[in-house]
């Protein structure tokens, strides 16, 4: 038997027995649907999630078994190809959506709907164009009765942590990008979430905005503790932010890989610098960029 035959009978076994234990496999990576070990309370448990649109043409499966815990304090980013299933994970965590079977609670208690726990950041952030940055971002305590003279004290503290303060009697069409982005994020932090979910919120960004808003967003997540739950197409961007990646396959989406990382807390303790090019970065991002593509 040639080398190259018994390397492809060896593989046909392999993929065999993978098949069995329901292993997944994709190139080097086998993933056995474990979590990291994660220090924490547990504040979202998703199990066993499915999710079918129904349209005209049939029923799309956007996600299929999708099985993990949130802790607190985590800031998890999420990875996968277009049309995956990763929009529909974050409306299903906001409340948008109900799965088509499964269960998803947050602190033992079954999302149902749309609530002030979920703060939710979008891509193009739905802010009102004519009113101030200032009431935008009052906006949640405003419709919740809260005092202004409480919730006034709170939209300056949190216009100061998104470095908007200076902006604040401005108006939103005449803001950049990169600002109404921020606004977006101090809209949501001011309801003291449970947990903020992002949708690649920096991707329209050009690339010294979206490092900037990426550097703020992790100061926000270690200054907050906020637990923090973030898409994106971009493995750098997932590997300088998170604390655990997920990574889901090819629509429809299956968790294909779930680990944790440090290399965003080692970017706070060296003060960013060199950590992209160190070797054991560009292994994680090849592992990553690998699973991604594949
Ligand atoms: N409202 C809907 N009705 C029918 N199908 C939908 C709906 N929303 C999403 N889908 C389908 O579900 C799948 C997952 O979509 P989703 O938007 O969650 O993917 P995604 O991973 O966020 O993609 P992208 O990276 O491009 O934003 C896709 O096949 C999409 O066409
Ligand atoms: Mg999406």
Known sequence: ??????????????????????????????????????????????HGVNLSYSSKNGSIKALENISFNIYRGEFICVLG?????????LKILAGFIRPTAGTVKLS??????????????????????????????????????????????????FLRKVHL???????????SGGMKQRVSIARALINDPEILLMDEPFSALDALTREDMQNMTRDIWQDTGKTIFFITHDVEEALLLA???????????????????DFSLQMTEKNGGDIKFT????????????LVNS
């Not at 190809?81 to 994970?89: A, E, F, H």
């Not at 070797?279 to 690998?290: G, N």
């Open 1 to 46: 038997m040639t080398g190259a035959t018994m390397f492809s009978k060896i593989a046909n076994l392999y993929k065999k027995l993978a098949k069995k234990d329901e292993l997944i496999t994709v190139e080097n990576v086998n993933y056995r649907g474990e979590e990291p070990v994660v220090e924490g309370e547990e504040l979202i448990s998703i």
């Open 81 to 89: 190809p277009s049309g995956c299933g990763k929009s529909t994970l």
């Open 108 to 157: 033992g208690t079954e999302i149902t709907g749309i609530d002030w726990h979920r703060g939710v950041v979008f891509q193009h952030p739905p802010l009102y164009s004519w009113f101030s940055v200032r009431d935008n971002v009052a906006f949640g305590p405003w419709m919740r009765k809260i005092p202004k003279s409480i919730y006034r004290q709170q939209t300056d503290e």
């Open 165 to 175: 303060a200076e902006f604040a009697d401005k108006k939103i069409y005449e803001l």
């Open 243 to 261: 604390s655990r990646i997920i990574v889901l396959s090819h629509h429809p989406g299956r968790i294909i890989d779930d680990i944790s990382v």
């Open 279 to 290: 070797p054991e970065f560009y292994k994680y991002r090849e592992k990553l960029l690998r």
